[in-house]
């Protein structure tokens, strides 16, 4: 069954140094999201991405945070200057064209430790 | 987005049928509702949707009355491995655009032996 990947697992950064987190989403979806978790919290929506823009963002996203599609098959999350409260579970999602955009599918998350 | 509150935890026995229920008074006429599970140190899953009435998956069973201001997710007879949070999302469904899933607390269940 095809799933949504992420790299790296864990990363642990120090304080104002930029990450890029990846994700490979699902080969045939074309909606792709990003939620971050800090731990013992809820899950929080960042960004919705659809023909190669944002289509949604919270408050979260702010300019230190960006996403690029690079080629056919990675989605990024880029933090240029990271804080200790950017400590958190990272989920990528996708759905397909068509489905439920309520259904989506998650990857296991990249733990960012920011030291 | 319609507001959503369940039980913050829950217990139950191997094999018993489990039950969470979540309130959405103030759910719209195009709004679904939509559950996921999530285990620890894992991201979400989709468990099952529905808009009225009965949905049943080989996971679970969705009831919804006809007011629609609640709605029932039914696991039958659990196991130790359906311990896990369990979210209740209420939100219109759009197959022309990606949602922001609009995750609360949840429900931590607990099944023991």
């Known amino acids: 069954e095809p799933e949504v990947t992420q790299t790296p697992s864990h990363q642990v950064t120090q304080m104002g140094q930029e990450v890029i987190l990846r994700c490979v989403p699902i080969?045939?979806?074309?909606?792709f999201y990003w939620y971050r978790q800090i731990l013992g919290q809820k899950v929080e929506f960042l960004v919705s991405f659809y023909n190669n823009e944002i289509s949604e963002k919270s408050e979260i996203f702010d300019d230190q945070f960006s996403v690029e599609r690079p080629d056919g098959s990675n989605f990024t999350l880029k933090i240029r200057s990271t804080k200790l409260e950017d400590s958190a579970m990272y989920f990528c999602?996708?759905?397909?064209?068509?489905?439920?955009?309520?259904?989506?599918?998650f990857g296991p998350g990249t733990r960012l430790t920011v030291t | 987005l319609a507001k959503t509150t369940q039980p913050i935890s829950m217990d139950s026995y191997e094999g018993q049928e489990v039950n969470i229920t979540c309130s959405h008074n103030?759910?719209?006429?195009?709004?679904?509702i939509t559950w996921y599970q999530q285990f620890p140190s894992q991201g979400p899953r989709f468990i099952i949707q529905?808009?009225?009435t009965k949905v049943t998956n080989e996971v679970a069973s969705l009831f919804i009355p006809a007011d629609r201001k609640s709605s029932t997710l039914s696991l039958p007879r659990v196991s130790l491995s359906d311990t896990a949070v369990y979210y209740c999302?209420?939100?219109?469904?759009?197959?022309?655009?990606?949602?922001?899933?609009?995750f609360g607390k949840g429900t931590s269940l607990l099944v023991t032996p």
């Open positions: 999302l209420v939100g219109r469904t759009n197959s022309n655009s990606g949602y922001a899933l609009n």
């Open positions: 080969s045939n979806h074309l909606y």
């Open positions: 529905g808009y009225k």
């Open positions: 103030n759910i719209a006429t195009n709004d679904y």
């Open positions: 999602a996708s759905t397909p064209a068509g489905g439920l955009s309520y259904e989506q599918y």
